[in-house]
């Protein structure tokens, strides 16, 4: 199950992702995305994404690559993202 939870300030977008990031959840989290602000920096806050398929880890890489802050990413996480997160 994946949990996505919204905060916005005027200035940024954080949405915190809990539980499992699996491949029937990734329309959610898409969605989610796409309805943030548009025109202010997106984070998402993986400290409580507890694992990621490799669909999941593919959409995360592909939405970094796009601009947005990944934070709070486990060691696991950023092992499996074989990138930098904040």
């Given at each position: 199950m994946l949990r996505i939870t919204q905060?916005?300030?005027?200035?940024?977008?954080?949405?915190?992702l809990e539980g499992s990031l699996r491949?029937?959840?990734?329309?959610?989290?898409?969605?989610a995305v796409a309805h943030a602000q548009p025109h202010s920096p997106l984070t998402l806050d993986l400290t409580d994404l507890r694992s990621a398929?490799?669909?999941?880890?593919?959409?995360?890489?592909?939405l970094a690559a796009d601009g947005v802050t990944l934070s709070g990413a486990?060691?696991?996480l950023l092992a499996l993202l074989q990138i930098s997160a904040s």
């Open positions: 905060s916005a300030n005027p200035a940024a977008t954080t949405l915190k491949a029937a959840w990734l329309d959610a989290l898409r969605e398929d490799a669909k999941g880890i593919e959409l995360l890489r592909a486990t060691p696991y």
